[in-house]
């Protein structure tokens, strides 16, 4: 079991209080998936907690503070993950598995969220007086808070993908009942504990749910009182959130699957891209949604370029994210492992060739969740690697003779979250730029997105944006006040 002075309780958290306890008084375990071992047991909450939790945020809707308090809420957070960076980490590495320094990395990325909001929230929050006077009034427009917001997030970035909704939604005055995913519950109920110990809240302001995904989704997306949900996940739950929406006419901020091209032209610095790619592709395992999932290299380069990754490959350590020599940890669960595994499997058996890694015989999800970073070559559009997102360590590479027909490859996806794009030549990379179906399109970086930049998907990677000015407008309504005298 996980010991940590920042999981005092391993606990909900539902108007000032923590809950130990579901009601059903039934548990979730939470497991280390380097090893099996059970870290804690979490209550499976479910529609009645939920219940309560929306009703304890719509009575801290009308108690919220001014923007300047706010402001300092969110300079407080910054500095709490700052100074307790490597208590959570430790807690991140051991329930998601990812590399010590990864995890590190991940609680500086979700700091610099409440940095970049609190820096930049009170001028876009300020009231902005229109120039044209229409109807002889003078017109206002005010920056409210759109209300209760329900957050739902996923195990992959188990504390990055709720700091980028969670500052936002506090500056913009948002009282909240969110829900962690069952795989990593852990390293926000830490984060709990310190906005409780630190931050002078109004009580009912941020609210934690776990257990059932369906009866809680399901009460926050049935209640009239929470206007907006902001979610990160599957494209699958994503539609049946969009499903649920109607009857409430809900806002939704909706952060997707992906399907990412990783395109390297025949002038590119292929030492860098290797790097980049490498780096992009086997972070977190392989499980993010801007991991290049096909890659597609020009003729002339082709087999240059698999050498360089293939060596790169064969260097990477696999292994316990504890252990400081990993490079990339397990997988988060057997169906996890199993999908990749699979991906592997129908890829050989439609003609790819296996480069780097172990044939997929020899590795069974039974035995651990290791899964050895693969490469495989030839890869056709046929195959489920280049159809779906793999979210994990297999790199398909995939020849192209021409630029349009790259385009044609990498657009030829119902995803648009992240693309890449490798070339020296500046105006010829830029044209392909311009016509790719993705919000985010890294022009010779595998970099993901930052806290200022607006971040998110086209088609059914999603809708809305997280970070930059976008991303807090989320959370806010327009209100105009013509002003006649
Ligand atoms: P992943 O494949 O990354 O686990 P999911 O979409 O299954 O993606 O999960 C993302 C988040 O959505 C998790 O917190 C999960 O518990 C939650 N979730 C799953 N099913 C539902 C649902 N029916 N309603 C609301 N949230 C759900």
């Given at each position: 079991m996980i010991e940590s002075y920042l999981l005092k309780n391993i606990a909900g958290y539902i108007d000032g209080q923590w809950i130990a306890q579901a009601d059903s008084g039934k548990t979730t375990e939470v497991f280390n998936p380097a090893n099996g071992k059970t870290l804690a047991e979490t209550p499976y909450m479910g529609t009645d907690e939920t219940r309560r939790a929306i009703a304890a945020a719509k009575a801290?809707?009308?108690?919220?503070?001014?923007?300047?308090?706010?402001?300092?809420?969110?300079?407080?957070?910054?500095?709490?993950?700052?100074?307790?960076?490597?208590?959570?980490?430790?807690?991140?590495?051991?329930?998601?598995?990812?590399?010590w320094a990864e995890a590190q990395g991940e609680v500086d990325y979700a700091a610099s969220f409440f940095s970049y909001f609190a820096g930049m929230m009170e001028d876009t929050l300020a009231p902005e007086t229109l120039l044209e006077q229409a109807?002889?009034?003078?017109?206002?427009?005010?920056?409210?808070?759109?209300?209760?917001?329900?957050?739902?997030?996923?195990?992959?970035?188990?504390?990055?993908?709720i700091a980028?909704?969670?500052?936002?939604?506090?500056?913009?005055?948002?009282?909240?009942?969110?829900?962690?995913?069952?795989?990593?519950?852990?390293?926000?109920?830490?984060?709990?504990?310190?906005?409780?110990?630190?931050?002078?809240?109004?009580?009912?302001?941020?609210?934690?749910v776990m257990g059932s995904s369906k009866e809680i989704g399901g009460e926050i997306m049935s209640s009239f009182d929470v206007p907006m949900i902001s979610f990160t996940g599957s494209t699958e739950v994503g539609q049946l959130l969009v499903e649920?929406?109607?009857?409430?006419?809900?806002?939704?901020?909706?952060?997707?699957?992906?399907?990412?091209?990783?395109?390297?032209?025949?002038?590119?610095?292929?030492?860098?891209?290797?790097?980049?790619?490498?780096?992009?592709?086997?972070?977190?395992?392989?499980?993010?949604?801007?991991?290049?999932?096909?890659?597609?290299?020009?003729?002339?380069v082709y087999d240059e370029f698999v050498n360089k990754?293939?060596?790169?490959?064969?260097?990477?350590?696999?292994?316990?994210?504890?252990?400081?020599n990993t490079d990339v940890g397990p997988l988060i669960n057997a169906a996890g492992f199993d999908k990749v595994h699979d991906h592997v499997k129908d890829a050989l058996s439609k003609g790819a060739s296996l480069v780097a890694g172990k044939h997929p015989d020899e590795l069974d999800s039974g035995k651990n969740l290791f899964y050895t970073p693969t490469v495989v070559s030839d890869v056709t559009h046929d195959m489920k690697c280049c159809q779906e997102e793999t979210f994990g360590p297999l790199l398909p590479l995939i020849r192209f003779e021409t630029d349009a027909q790259a385009l044609e490859m990498a657009n030829d996806t119902q995803f648009g979250l992240a693309s890449y794009v490798f070339g020296r030549d500046k105006e010829r990379a830029h044209k392909l730029i311009g016509k790719l179906h993705f919000g985010h399109c890294g022009y010779n970086t595998g970099t993901g997105p930052a806290a200022h930049a607006p971040f998110g998907g086209f088609l059914h990677s999603g809708i809305g944006r997280e970070g930059g000015v976008e991303g807090l407008m989320e959370f806010v309504e327009s209100q105009t006040v013509p002003d006649g005298s």
């Amino acid at each position: 079991m996980i010991e940590s002075y920042l999981l005092k309780n391993i606990a909900g958290y539902i108007d000032g209080q923590w809950i130990a306890q579901a009601d059903s008084g039934k548990t979730t375990e939470v497991f280390n998936p380097a090893n099996g071992k059970t870290l804690a047991e979490t209550p499976y909450m479910g529609t009645d907690e939920t219940r309560r939790a929306i009703a304890a945020a719509k009575a801290a809707r009308d108690t919220v503070p001014d923007v300047a308090t706010r402001r300092g809420w969110l300079e407080d957070c910054y500095e709490a993950l700052t100074a307790e960076k490597e208590e959570i980490g430790r807690i991140l590495c051991l329930e998601h598995g990812k590399p010590w320094a990864e995890a590190q990395g991940e609680v500086d990325y979700a700091a610099s969220f409440f940095s970049y909001f609190a820096g930049m929230m009170e001028d876009t929050l300020a009231p902005e007086t229109l120039l044209e006077q229409a109807k002889d009034c003078r017109w206002t427009v005010h920056k409210r808070p759109i209300g209760v917001a329900g957050l739902i997030t996923p195990w992959n970035f188990p504390i990055g993908m709720i700091a980028k909704k969670v500052a936002p939604a506090l500056a913009a005055g948002c009282p909240l009942v969110i829900k962690p995913a069952a795989e990593t519950p852990l390293t926000m109920i830490a984060m709990f504990q310190l906005l409780h110990e630190r931050l002078d809240l109004p009580k009912g302001m941020i609210n934690l749910v776990m257990g059932s995904s369906k009866e809680i989704g399901g009460e926050i997306m049935s209640s009239f009182d929470v206007p907006m949900i902001s979610f990160t996940g599957s494209t699958e739950v994503g539609q049946l959130l969009v499903e649920q929406s109607s009857q409430h006419v809900k806002k939704l901020g909706l952060e997707l699957g992906g399907n990412a091209p990783f395109i390297v032209l025949d002038d590119a610095d292929l030492e860098s891209a290797a790097d980049n790619l490498i780096a992009n592709k086997f972070r977190g395992a392989g499980q993010t949604c801007v991991c290049a999932n096909r890659i597609f290299v020009q003729d002339g380069v082709y087999d240059e370029f698999v050498n360089k990754v293939v060596e790169r490959v064969k260097k990477l350590k696999v292994g316990d994210g504890m252990d400081e020599n990993t490079d990339v940890g397990p997988l988060i669960n057997a169906a996890g492992f199993d999908k990749v595994h699979d991906h592997v499997k129908d890829a050989l058996s439609k003609g790819a060739s296996l480069v780097a890694g172990k044939h997929p015989d020899e590795l069974d999800s039974g035995k651990n969740l290791f899964y050895t970073p693969t490469v495989v070559s030839d890869v056709t559009h046929d195959m489920k690697c280049c159809q779906e997102e793999t979210f994990g360590p297999l790199l398909p590479l995939i020849r192209f003779e021409t630029d349009a027909q790259a385009l044609e490859m990498a657009n030829d996806t119902q995803f648009g979250l992240a693309s890449y794009v490798f070339g020296r030549d500046k105006e010829r990379a830029h044209k392909l730029i311009g016509k790719l179906h993705f919000g985010h399109c890294g022009y010779n970086t595998g970099t993901g997105p930052a806290a200022h930049a607006p971040f998110g998907g086209f088609l059914h990677s999603g809708i809305g944006r997280e970070g930059g000015v976008e991303g807090l407008m989320e959370f806010v309504e327009s209100q105009t006040v013509p002003d006649g005298s």
